[in-house]
């Protein structure tokens, strides 16, 4: 008998689904919000539904990356040391999602997305306050002020705080994902980037790392459901590259807004899901 889940119709809205969820993972990241619960409605086991959910919006990481070329460039030496903890961090998460149950890791999920939300929301407060303290401190301007992140400039490298930071975060990615890039938006606005794109460029390829060695292990592990998995990477890479051409055509402000909305309604899905 086949399995509903696969039926035309259910799979043409998860199709739906996942571009929604690429063009969110463009933009700010949460895309997991719209695939995870979508994919459970359809009756498909949580475990299962997270694996599938991950393979198939990482092709829209792809052409997210793409619709960014332009925004990070200049960011090469940043986007090699933030690859690393990426990667390794990804594969811890993937793995402890294998062998811990869900339970131990969700209940502390809802407080780390609402954190990070309220993080970014004051992120230029207080990266303007310490660079302004750190300007007084030296007699001159300090590193990671307001206009040195255009995209184009050289980027320096991210110091090791952060790239721990990174690591961290990664875990967590690899274990669930739901309002990773808000994680990773936070850190880039502490480290003093300013420029909204550019920071969705490199929370985009943080995001590809970490997901690229989660696809392995799901994919190894034998609990992706691949026809659905397949028919929502068509809906994800077209959201993927969609989604990050629009946000670079909507005022800087527009984007923090929605990244902000995202985050709220992440932390309080995630609340109402424990």
């Known amino acids: 008998m086949p399995d509903p889940a696969h039926a035309p119709l259910r799979l043409a809205l998860v199709a739906l689904a996942a571009a929604g969820g690429g063009a969110v993972n463009a933009i ?5 919000l719209l695939t995870f619960p979508a994919l459970v409605a359809l009756g498909i086991d949580p475990l299962v539904a997270n694996a599938t959910s991950t393979v198939a919006l990482w092709p829209g990481q792809l052409s997210s990356i793409w619709g960014y070329r332009d925004a990070i460039r200049g960011a090469r030496a940043w986007a090699v040391r933030w690859a690393a903890p990426s990667v390794l961090g990804g594969l811890v998460g993937a793995l402890l999602l294998l062998r ?4 131990r890791f969700a209940a ?11 993080l970014f929301v004051s992120q230029r407060a207080i990266v303007s306050f310490a660079a302004r303290r750190r300007a007084r401190g030296t007699g001159g301007v300090a590193a990671g002020s307001v206009g040195t992140d255009a995209p184009g400039r050289p980027l320096p490298p991210p110091p090791a705080p952060f790239l721990a930071y ?24 502490f480290m003093g980037l300013t420029d909204i794109h550019r920071m ?7 995001g590809l790392c970490v997901n690229a060695v989660a696809v392995g292990v ?20 077209a959201g ?7 946000a670079q055509r909507v005022p800087q402000q527009r984007v923090r807004q929605a990244i902000v909305a995202i985050g709220l309604a992440s932390a309080v899905w ?5």
Do not use: H
């Open 28 to 32: 700010a990241g949460g895309g997991t």
């Open 100 to 103: 811990t149950p869900r339970e």
């Open 108 to 118: 502390i999920v809802p407080w780390l997305v609402l954190g990070a939300t309220v």
């Open 166 to 189: 990174q690591f961290a975060v990664a875990v967590y990615g690899g274990y669930f994902g739901a309002g990773l890039g808000i994680l990773m938006l936070a850190a880039l606005g």
């Open 200 to 206: 969705n460029g490199l929370k985009n390829w943080g």
């Open 218 to 237: 799901f994919a190894a592990s034998g609990i992706v459901d691949w026809p659905v998995a397949l028919t929502m990477a068509v809906g994800a890479i």
């Open 240 to 246: 993927g590259w969609g989604g990050a051409r629009l």
């Open 270 to 274: 995630l609340f109402l899901e424990r």
